[in-house]
């Protein structure tokens, strides 16, 4: 018996809601912790990420001082800086230390490095695993005289680092606190005069992490520049006039220029910041001249919160590109 034209029509209405099923499954945006039965969506992480724990300066300004977490694969693995306030930021971003393992720190000002035991123990209490820190940071200087033009003096990394954790230290507890943890130190070479190259400081399959001197007056500082995967960040920590020309070598090609960011164009901060700090034109000028893809001003004040669109326009003088004022939380992919 051939079928009926009723029928015909009752077997092509059941196989075409079957289609609208099926499409409508794997069309919908599957909501997070949920599944289903023929399609699941898997979200893949950026290769390379950023995370501002801290965006502001030594002052008590709302902000969190200069901390930044780099996820690798999603994984933060990279603290850089860790300045007041960057623990309480880390708990609101909810990322966990377990597997952050290299820390780097530009210069050791208080507002770069005063939560670093706080964060010590937080990654201490993340995992029962044995932790293995590998630290790099500036090499020390011994000071020079008295009055206006002495020079501070300051602990390399390495000391820092046994001041804090060694057996000793003030906080050498933390050694086998939570679960047994080493920390490693090496300090990069700081000489008056940076030399002409970057310098490598790790290699480990897709990531390389590089380091030239910076100049921050007496503060001994680094530049770092992270290359994951095709991708990468340059942080200029605090930075005056003379570590520009370094600045320009390591960061030539960069994703993402992290540039601290304190002064107005003179004349419109005190005389003595501009021996610390670069102003907008100049950080337009470099961020044009190295071909960096994003500039990102974090470590703001709030003479240049209050300034934003005069700071903008006097970048966008020598550079073109996108410019980020950074906050506290933000998240950013290269």
């Known amino acids: 018996m051939r079928p009926t034209t009723s029928s015909r029509f009752t ?3 059941g196989l075409l809601c079957l289609v609208l099923t099926v499409y409508s499954v794997s069309a919908q945006p599957i909501a997070p912790g949920a599944s289903s039965p ?3 969506a898997t979200a893949v992480p950026p290769p390379l990420e950023l995370v501002v724990l801290g965006s502001g300066g030594p002052g008590a300004t709302g ?4 901390s930044y977490l ?3 694969d999603g994984v933060p693995r990279i603290l850089v800086d860790a300045g007041p306030g960057s623990f309480a930021r880390l708990g609101e971003a909810k990322l966990s230390l377990a597997k952050t393992d290299i820390v780097l720190l530009t210069h050791l000002h208080v507002d770069h490095v005063g939560e670093l035991p706080g964060l010590f123990k937080a990654r201490a209490v993340s995992t029962r695993g044995k932790i293995d820190f590998k630290v790099f940071g500036p090499d020390g200087r011994r000071g020079k005289g008295k009055g206006e033009n002495s020079t501070a003096t300051f602990p390399s990394t390495s000391r820092l680092v046994d001041l804090l954790f060694g057996q000793q230290g003030a906080f050498g507890y933390l050694r086998d606190f939570s679960a047994p943890m ?3 130190a090496t300090d990069v070479a700081t000489p008056p005069t940076p030399s002409s190259q970057p310098k490598t400081l790790l290699t480990e399959g897709k990531l390389v992490v590089r380091a030239m001197a910076g100049h921050h007056r007496d503060a001994p500082a680094v530049i770092y520049r992270i290359d994951y995967a095709g991708q990468s960040i340059t942080f200029t920590g605090d930075i005056d006039a003379d570590g520009l020309p370094g600045l320009r070598r390591i960061a030539q090609g960069t994703d993402l220029l992290v540039f ?4 107005l164009d003179p004349p419109g901060s005190p005389p ?3 021996t610390l700090h670069t102003p907008p034109k100049a950080i337009g000028g470099v961020a044009g001249e190295s071909g960096t893809k994003t ?3 974090s470590h703001l004040s709030p003479n240049l919160d209050a300034a934003k669109d005069a700071v903008q326009a006097s970048i966008a003088q020598g550079y073109k590109g996108k410019t980020v004022f950074a906050t506290d939380g933000l998240r950013l992919t290269p």
């Open 38 to 40: 023929s399609v699941v």
């Open 63 to 66: 902000r969190a001082g200069a």
């Open 295 to 297: 500039l990102l001003l």
């Open 182 to 184: 080493t920390v490693k």
């Open 70 to 72: 780099v996820l690798l």
């Open 11 to 13: 077997r092509f209405a």
């Open 260 to 263: 601290n960011s304190v002064v």
């Open 272 to 274: 003595v910041l501009y």
